[in-house]
Every structure is written in C-alpha cells, then in structure tokens.
C-alpha cells in the first residue's frame, strides 16, 4: 500500500456534493501539486486528510494507519479520537491565511505546540526552534509578535511552526495566494527546500511555474473530481483533457 | 466645613470598606463563573446551551435589587428549602450570580469573535480542545473583552450601593444617614468624591491592563 492512499472520498455539505469520489495515492518523499479553477474542491479535499473536514464516504490510510474506513457500503468510519489525533500529528499544515497566533512571539509560536502537546521542555525544544527559524531565516525576528511581519515572513513562520512538530508529511493550502506577488518567492523557495529534502508534501497552488517545478504528480481537478492527473511533463506539457488544456492556456 | 469632614470621615470610610469588600469578592468569584458560564452557553451540547441562556435571561431580565431582595427575604420562604442567609453572604450571592451573567455575554462574544483558524491552526499542530481554549482562543479573547468589561466593573462599583435595601452599612447607606441625621449635604459631596477617586482608580488599572496587551496587534 502506498505511503499515503485516500480512496474515493466523497464529501457532501448537506445536498450539495463537493467531492464526487477522489482518490490520490503516494509514496514518502513525493511531492504532489493539486490545481485547478477555484471551488473545483482542492483545497476541501486536502483538508479531508488531516481531519479539518469530515467525509461521507471513501477511507483514507496514512503510512498503514487508517484515519478512516470504509464500512460494507462504502461509507466512512473513522478511527477513535486518540488514533486520530496521533495519526494526524504526522502532518504539519501551512494555511492561506497563516493562522499565526497573534498573542505569542515567533518564537512562542514554534515552541507552543512541543511544548503543550508534546510535553518537551523549552530547554529542549529551543534548539531545534533556532534551528527551524534560521532555516527560514527569521531567527533574527524570534522576539517579534506576527502583527509586525510582512505576509511573507508570517507564512515562513507559519512553516517552522508546523515543522517544529517533526511532521513526516507536510500539507500546503494555497500558502502563497494571500500574499503580495513580490514576496511569494521567497516562501515558494522555503517550500522548495523542503522537497530537496524529500519531505512528503501535497500542495494545493496556483502558481504554475512553482508546481511544475516542483511536483513528482500533479493532480488536476475540477467539479470535485480528478480531471487529469500524471507527471509535471504529462500535465504542462501533454495535456490529454480539454478542461486542463483551456485552464494551463488562461493561466500560463 | 473642615472640620465636619473630618468628624463624619471615619464612619464613610467604614461604609467605603463595606462597599469595597461587596466589589473586590463579586468580581474575583464573578469573572471566573462568567467564563465559565460563557462556555457553557457555547457547549457542543444543546441542554447546556439552552439551560445557560436562560440563566443569562433570568438574570439580566430582572432588576438586581429583586434578587438581592428574594435571596435575602425569598429563600426563607419557599417550603422545603428554609434557609436564611444572613445579609452579607446575601448581597454576594446575588450579585455573582448577577454579574457572571453579564460577564458571561461579554466573554461569549469574545470567544466568538476569535477567527476560526485559530482554532484550525492549533487542531492541526494536535491541541485538544481544552488545549485551544486555554493556551490560544482565551488569551487573546482577554485582550478583547477588556473595554466591555472595565464598563461593567465601574457599573458594579456603583451598584454595590444596592445594598442599603439590606440595611448594610455601606458608604451610600452611611451618607445618606448622615445627611439625615445632621441636615447637612455635605456628607453627599464627600461621597461622591469617594466613587470618583475610585472608578478613577479602576479607570487607571484598566488602562494598564489594555496598555500591557496593547504589545501585540491583530
């Protein structure tokens, strides 16, 4: 079984369908780009994996675990909340709109969560949150509280903070669509760092040229469903469907 | 002048202590039961919502003085319950259970004006709920309520004067009194100056306290 396997989720808000049956499988240390017009349900079925949304049907399987299973007729169980909150300590996620806790320093912001959900002390954790914060080269701005960040070192924050908890997957939701064009570089280049890592990464993106460079799959999605997915070359530059044809030449 | 100021002094700044004492234990056991309250009111569980908004309801829809008057005069009285408190313990039991309810309505938009990222946010990084509220959504709910809040804190102060109806030596009780006993309004001026002196004292303490969490923006 693959690393990561989410099979045909389907996600409804009351009568309305916003996933029709998406499945997305992936090995550790891929990168994979999920685009598409927007309300096509991208960014919903990313969320799907760590939990922030519920799924009707279809199970998600995380490195062996299941966060949720499919009973006799395809409806989703998921796992006991403990389970849960285990399997999705795993994953680390960068939002659109950072999430930042406006209260704490920088540095609270990285230590706070080793430290209250892990239990770690800060003598222990500081090194790795230096570490983290010259990673993104902010450590000179520990003592700053996120009101007084540009967009861009908030959302660099925002990473350090999630790989803080040591996540073997990281989720991006469109980390770059909230912020100024002069200063999504220097976040899409945090972000590239981390794939020359080989960290396991799912992107939900608009910035094509990024994706392209970036992904090891690329998924295309409209309407709540997969349209066309293959590699960065298959999707750029052989699109098959008409759909990722018509989108790649509005937005390229 | 002077010197009637100076004779009728001691017995309001005795009042001033009762009235003082009335304020400090509301708001120390008021605040926490008003958070309490608040989350309550917001529980996942819709018997503990509604059983809470119709304390909120009960209390803020009747006149303060009313219950001070039916803990004091009231209890007595319901069959099977019979007890009397005595007048002191009276007037805080009303006035608690009074003013969490306004604290908790204060509180309640608070919480519920933090983002819900915040709460995404701390989810994803594996806080439990318990964890959420106290180390990220509370903290900075403080923040927001303090405006709302220091208006309620100097309404009570002025309130706690309600308690004359228990015959409670207060400072109003005592003021009012004096003026009785000596024709002489002087004692009102002395009073006023009182609760002037200290609502700006409280005035000064709430700007310290805004100031301190001034350090952050949202």
């Not at chain 1, 997305?24 to 990313?46: N, R």
């Not at chain 1, 949150?129 to 967009?151: H, I």
């Not at chain 1, 040229?209 to 349209?227: E, H, N, Q, T």
């Amino acid at each position: 079984m693959a690393f990561i396997e989410m099979k045909d989720i389907v996600k409804t808000y009351g009568s309305s369908v916003v996933l029709h049956g998406v499945s997305l499988s992936m090995e550790k240390g891929q990168v994979v780009s999920i685009i598409g017009p927007s309300g096509a349900g991208k960014s919903t079925f990313l969320r799907c994996l760590n939990h922030l949304e519920i799924i009707q049907k279809g199970s998600i399987c995380i490195n062996g675990q299941y966060l949720a299973r499919m009973d006799a007729e395809g409806n989703s169980v998921y796992a006991p909340e403990k389970e849960m909150r285990k399997i999705c300590l795993n994953m680390g996620m960068v939002f659109q709109s950072f999430n930042l806790f406006p209260h704490m320093t920088v540095l609270e912001n990285i230590m706070a969560a080793p430290v209250y959900v892990k239990g770690m002390t800060r003598e222990e954790i500081l090194p790795v949150a230096q570490r983290l914060l010259e990673k993104v080269g902010l450590w000179n701005k520990r003592d700053f509280y996120p009101g007084n960040l540009s967009g861009g070192q908030k959302q660099r924050v925002a990473i350090a903070r999630a790989l803080a908890m040591n996540p073997e997957i990281m989720l991006f939701d469109e980390p770059t669509s909230a912020l100024d064009p002069e200063l999504t570089g220097e976040v899409l280049k945090t972000i590239k760092q981390l794939a020359d890592e080989d960290m396991t990464m799912i992107i939900v993106t608009h910035e094509m040229a990024f994706a392209r460079s970036v992904s090891d799959k690329v998924l295309f999605m409209v309407d709540g469903r997969i349209d066309e997915e293959g590699t960065s070359e298959q999707i750029f530059d052989h699109p098959k469907n008409e759909r990722t044809k018509t989108f790649l030449q509005h937005i390229l | 002048m002077t010197d009637y100021i100076i004779q009728i002094l001691p017995s309001m700044i005795e009042g001033l202590g009762v009235s003082a004492e009335i304020f400090a234990l509301t708001l120390v056991l008021s605040l926490p039961l008003g958070m309490l309250l608040a989350l309550v009111r917001i529980s996942k569980i819709g018997i503990f919502r509604k059983i809470a908004a119709a304390y909120i309801y009960l209390m803020r829809g009747t006149p303060l003085m009313l219950q001070i008057l039916f803990i004091y005069y009231g209890l007595p009285l319901i069959p099977g319950m019979e007890v009397q408190l005595g007048d002191f313990s009276s007037a805080i039991i009303a006035f608690v259970a009074n003013y969490a309810a306004y604290f908790a309505e204060i509180f309640r938009g608070g919480i519920q004006s933090i983002n819900r990222g915040q709460y995404e946010g701390a989810k994803v990084l594996g806080f439990t709920y318990k964890q959420t509220m106290w180390h990220i959504i509370l903290p900075q709910v403080v923040k927001r309520v303090i405006p709302p809040l220091g208006n309620e804190v100097i309404t009570l102060l002025k309130d706690t004067s309600l308690v004359y109806v228990l015959a409670m030596n207060d400072l109003m009780r005592v003021t009012r009194a004096l003026v009785q006993r000596d024709v002489d309004t002087t004692p009102f001026i002395v009073a006023a100056v009182f609760y002037l002196v200290c609502t700006f004292v409280l005035t000064k303490i709430l700007d310290r306290i805004e100031k301190h969490y001034a350090v952050y923006e949202e």
